[in-house]
């Protein structure tokens, strides 16, 4: 009797339980799009704490819509551990734009390179259009190296904000004329077409070149690539996502990084996991989770790097969150998560700031993002 009981219990629980999953999701899609498991979890690196004060470099690194919810579902994904856990210092900032509480890339991306709260959509200009001076034009101007490289089209708002000036980051021709007057001495990217596919037929990747940039198309070409500026466009749009692009943008990053520390007074450079945001926008936890990883895993090579150098500060943020995610179920041990979104586009709360390296202790606090701005300027010394 009792082990009837017992196997109508089990049999009346996974029915239940069955029933109630099917009523949470509204189809076997959305169950998909919102539950994850991790496969393989990967090895996080150590780093131990710098000791040296002199702050030569800066490693800028932005995920794109990574929130503080993002993260966290990282790290229960990851069973426990992110190469994020290393950094000492962290810090929340505000993103709301000049003209609206909800930002955008654009407005977002303004504030970090260049110190202004500008227009939503506004790339690298200021409320009234006017361009703005960016962290990587002041670096060029101090004799720093600078770089670029992202995982999106150039000509997109990240990437914009730091290159080129525009009060509408749609206006994708003209942002991508802007590189022609950029100051970044390693620029790597997607979003071939708005270069070399242009109303007005002009072919810019020929008048980059004609500026004493060595191009490239390809991984196999930045592999290669031994010269003093260079202008890698590797993708007629944006980079595949991380399943499919597999470990080229961390090659591509620390790449970037090898070139850049050739220059003697230092370097500036903005990473960017620009495809987070995508996976915010389309409410999918498992391609969501595949970029944060790939994000994370470069975080861990930097790291290692910057320890060795001792005179690199790393710092990593978002420009917004994507998506109003929240965390509501999961299993470490499992590397399972479960998530909802609140939104199919950007949420308003602070962001997450992680600092490492000398001058690390900047980033602790509570700030505006356009501080982030003015704490790498002062720490070195471009203004
Ligand atoms: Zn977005």
Redesign the pocket.
Known sequence: MKSIKFIFGILSFLLIGQSGLRAQYANQEQADKLNYTVEQAYETVQVKPVKGKKVKNVILMIG??MGLTQISMAWVANQGKLNVDNFPYTGLARTYAGNKLIT??GAAGTAMATGQKTRYHSVGVDMDGNPLTSLTDLAHEKGLGTGVVVTCGLTDATPAAFCSNHADREQLEAIAAGYLNCNVDFIFGGGRTDFNKRSDERDLLKEMEERGYQLADSWADVEDYKGEKLFAVVDDGQLPLAKERGDVWQKAALKAIDELSKHKKGFFAMLEGSRI?DC??WNDVPALMGEIFDFDQTIGKVLEWAEKDGETLVVVLAD?E?GGLTLLDGSIEAGQVEGHFSTGG?SGIVIPVFAYGPGASEFSGTYENTDVFRKIAELLKLQ
């Open positions: 794109d819509g955008d890339s945001d915010g926008h917004h994507t950007h």
